[in-house]
Nanobody, 122 residues
Framework: QLQAFGGGLVQARDSPRLSCAASGRPLSHSAVGWFRRGPGKERDFVAS????????LYASSVKGRFSISRDNIKNTVYLQMNDLKPDDTAVYYC?????????????????WGKGTQVTVSS
């Protein structure tokens, strides 16, 4: 089971870091992705990282501002968020991939955690 946490009400100048922790089955041998659903929007891809972490993918909207990483000892994946914009306001979800390499399609992910709300105030 996955759980995303670390969200909240933040200001554009803040740099929050979201965490995705797994309980039960480890995240080993699986890519992990972050997705988000903004108010009135569909769920969109944000970033993904391969197992064990050499390859990453980013949506063009966050590239250069967000950074995904993983700590395989702690069984946790992180999403560092910088240079926030109001459009980053969303519920952020993490998900376990069906394969080791990262992907942008939600169809490539099999287990989804409960999301964490990030609200950006300007």
């Amino acid at each position: 089971q996955l759980q995303a946490f670390g969200g909240g009400l933040v200001q554009a100048r803040d740099s929050p870091r979201l965490s995705c922790a797994a309980s039960g089955r480890p995240l080993s041998h699986s890519a992990v992705g972050w997705f988000r659903r903004g108010p009135g929007k569909e769920r969109d891809f944000v970033a993904s990282i391969s197992w064990p972490g050499r390859k990453t993918l980013y949506a063009s909207s966050v590239k250069g501002r967000f950074s995904i990483s993983r700590d395989n000892i702690k069984n946790t994946v992180y999403l560092q968020m910088n240079d926030l914009k109001p459009d980053d306001t969303a519920v952020y979800y993490c998900a376990r991939g069906m394969k080791q390499y990262p992907g942008e399609s939600s169809d490539e992910y099999i287990h989804w955690g409960k999301g964490t709300q990030v609200t950006v105030s300007s």
